[in-house]
């Protein structure tokens, strides 16, 4: 079956240090797995696409820009997938309250095939 993958990066341009920014990071973590682990939740983001299977990576990290959270998801669907990213931002931020938030969403590019020798 064919997989459509996201690349999702949540970030702020808030800084943390020591136990607050394992807090944080915890958090922010926290907020993507709830969102792409609930079923109800991937359907209202893939507006119903028929999907076999979700898988999700994700790297939070902090630099002199902020924190983030990047994550690549792959949907296993018969059909292409979309995400809806008004409604994902929407999720996103609901749960997060830190300053400057933004959220960028790209459709990964699919490898091409390697020719055939």
């Not at 999702?8 to 020591?18: A, N």
């Not at 797995?33 to 994700?58: Q, W, Y």
């Not at 059909?79 to 929407?90: E, P």
């Amino acid at each position: 079956m064919p997989e459509t993958s996201f690349f999702i990066c949540l970030s702020t341009s808030d800084t943390f240090e020591g136990e607050e920014y394992t807090k944080q990071a915890g958090r922010m973590s926290n907020i993507f797995t709830e969102i792409f682990t609930n079923s109800e939740k991937i359907l209202l983001l893939t507006h119903k696409a028929p999907l076999t299977g979700c898988h999700t990576e994700l790297d939070v990290s902090q630099d002199e820009t902020g924190l983030k959270c990047a994550a690549v998801v792959d949907f296993t669907s018969s059909k292409k997938v979309t995400i809806d990213k008004t409604k994902l931002s929407k999720m996103l931020k609901a749960e997060g309250k830190w300053s400057n938030m933004k959220v960028e969403k790209k459709v990964v590019p699919e490898e091409p095939e390697p020719p055939l020798a």
